[in-house]
């Protein structure tokens, strides 16, 4: 849906609303949720198709993170719900990485460095 076509969704309600004797909504607020909203889903399908079109790398970024810690002697990691998180924040982050350093995206750098800040980063000291 255009912002042009959200907008008018959001006046087409607020009218109803007041016509209703029913609070006014804030406008603007509900257009940009919305379009907060749209740029979120387009987000998701985006990283979807990228999980889906590199499924075995990913797989490959697994398998070599659990391979790196049992060698430090831990030979069960992932072990419990912290190994578990600790696992799929680091599998994130290095695919993050992976997809930066292959397509030179915008994005995926953007979600590599967004990556880099996540407190889970702690949990393996």
């Known amino acids: 849906m255009s912002e042009a076509e ?3 969704d959001v006046l087409a309600r607020d009218a109803l ?6 609070p006014p909504i804030d406008v603007e607020e509900e257009i940009r949720k ?6 979120d889903a387009a987000s998701r399908k985006y990283r979807q198709k990228q999980y889906e ?3 075995r790398d990913r797989e490959l970024i697994r398998q070599a993170i659990i391979a ?10 992932p072990n419990g719900w912290s190994g578990h998180y600790l696992l799929k924040t680091l599998v994130e982050r ?5 997809l930066a350093e ?12 967004l990556q880099q800040d996540t407190p889970a980063a702690d949990l393996g000291s």
């Open 34 to 39: 919305a379009v907060r909203e749209a740029r």
């Open 94 to 98: 290095r695919f993050a990485q992976f």
């Open 68 to 77: 790196e810690y049992r060698a430090t002697g831990n030979s069960t990691f």
């Open 53 to 55: 079109a590199h499924a």
């Open 17 to 22: 609303r007041r016509s209703s004797d029913l």
């Open 6 to 8: 959200t907008r008018e």
């Open 102 to 113: 292959l397509q030179g995206d915008s994005l995926a750098r953007s979600a590599a460095a």
